[in-house]
């Protein structure tokens, strides 16, 4: 898989090049000058007097080469570590992401960052930059110990380390960053669970931690069930977990199929959310697992906006697809069952193809004329053994559909519509690349 990579600016002089699955920077001679000669020394300068501490001190540490930056650097030994073992902690950390080890500096994401800082300091790459909050006396030692100097508006300062050298970058502040959170499945769903009706089955849910910046992460976990009309309901047990810096703790997702549960198979997942309101990417997962009710081989999800356009050939005459409800007009808040059938008027009998398809769709025109405005779909996909049709058969497309008359929008919540003149649109294929397109009005009232 190719990773985005972003490079952002912290410093004056630097050329930046955006590149995918590659690293293409330009930059000042001075970073690789082969003139540094900086020195390490056991007794640094004190810099507790230089640098003022706020409420929340944090590290960014990541491995250099010797001689890579203009400062002079601090050699650390294992009696260091005794009083601060959170640097050793970083140190190992570094070495263990630049061997390609996941989830110490980073999550893995497809999506990689390069901040370039300044022409005396080491571009930093997120996914070998371990960083780690200190408390106050831990900011205090570590400024007693290491040879800290200001860079701009940055405080940095190198280490040796065994023969390795090391650039801690410490920052100050009085807000903390966005915490480092990620949430899977502990053990990854691989197949489709078959569940009946009135069962549950449990899926653990882990929630990791790495640099929080200063206090717990406090994380609300919400079920995502991609079919509206599917019976199964889904809860998180417990549905907010509060998890200190570089730790884990687990939920369970509990699925149940209730007295209603609808044949098909379905996604379910679940979605984090941040004390502060914010979601974050790193908690989202809606593909699995895969839930199937009763013996249905339809992949069903309901959606937001339009299925788009769906080109194929006009179908055969003799092969028809209809697309019924009960009535014409109802009452606002009445459930709307939505069926569709195709219809094989010939006398022989046919297979269909095997990306059997159906998108149904519910929308308004703005007085009756105007743009679409879209508020409901289903899209139902077909992944079993090949479909047959008997001679003068009428089959069912996948099972009815129910509409609550409720709008799914991006904002996650479910609102009602109001009374007025809609649209149901089906389309459906194929067979022999024929694609029907079904459209009719209903009321509300």
Not at 91 to 97: I, T
Not at 301 to 307: A, C, F
Not at 381 to 410: C, N, V
Request: charged share 15%.
């Amino acid at each position: 898989m190719k990773t985005l990579h972003y490079f952002i600016i912290g410093g004056s002089g630097i050329s930046v090049v955006l590149a995918v699955g590659v690293y293409l920077m330009i930059f000042p001679s001075v970073i690789f000058s082969t003139d540094l000669t900086p020195s390490c020394s056991p007794v640094p300068n004190i810099s507790r007097d230089e640098i003022t501490l706020k409420k929340i001190s944090w590290i960014s540490v990541t491995r250099i080469e010797k001689n890579q930056t203009s400062l002079d650097c601090t050699t650390v030994t294992s009696e260091t570590f005794l009083h601060i073992p959170k640097l050793e902690h970083a140190l190992s950390g570094v070495d263990q992401c630049m061997q390609g080890k996941d989830g110490i500096c980073s999550f893995p994401s497809g999506f990689g960052m390069m901040t370039l800082l300044s022409n005396e300091l080491v571009p930093v790459d997120d996914r070998t930059n371990y960083r780690s909050s200190l408390t106050q006396g831990e900011a205090h030692f570590l400024l007693d110990n290491i040879n800290f100097e200001h860079v701009g508006n940055l405080v940095a300062g190198d280490v040796n380390y065994g023969g390795k050298y090391y650039q801690v970058l410490l920052h100050t502040g009085d807000t903390p960053n966005l915490p480092q959170v990620s949430a899977n499945f502990a053990i990854e769903p691989v197949s489709t669970d078959d569940l009946s009706v009135g069962k549950s089955v449990n899926y653990t849910i882990t929630v990791q931690t790495l640099a929080t910046f200063g206090a717990p992460v406090s994380v609300k976990l919400y079920p995502v069930i991609n079919a509206q009309d599917s019976g199964i309901t889904a809860k998180i047990i417990p549905d907010t977990l509060s998890i200190p810096e570089r730790s884990t703790a687990n939920a369970t997702l509990v699925i149940t199929a209730g007295p209603g549960a609808q044949n098909g198979t379905y996604d379910i997942g679940f979605n984090g959310q941040l004390q502060d309101g914010t979601f974050s990417g790193g908690m989202r997962q809606t593909s699995c697992p895969c839930i199937r009710i009763g013996d249905s081989d339809w992949t069903i999800r309901t959606y937001y906006g339009d299925s788009g356009s769906w080109g194929g050939k006009s179908p055969s005459s003799w092969l028809q697809v209809e697309t019924t409800t009960e009535k014409n007009m109802y009452h606002t808040g009445e459930p709307i069952e939505i069926k569709n059938f195709i219809i094989n008027n010939s006398t022989n009998t046919i297979t269909l193809e095997s990306n059997t398809r159906l998108f149904v769709t519910v929308y308004n025109q703005v007085n009756g004329t105007g743009a679409h405005h879209y508020f409901y779909g289903i899209d139902a996909f077909y992944e079993g053994k090949p479909i047959t049709l008997g001679p003068h058969s009428k089959t069912m497309i996948a099972r009815p559909f129910y509409w609550d008359q409720s709008t799914l929008g991006s904002d996650s919540v479910l609102h009602n519509v109001i009374s007025g003149t809609y649209h149901i649109d089906a389309n459906f294929g194929s067979y022999n690349g024929g694609v029907w397109d079904n459209d009719f009005p209903i009321t509300i009232r």
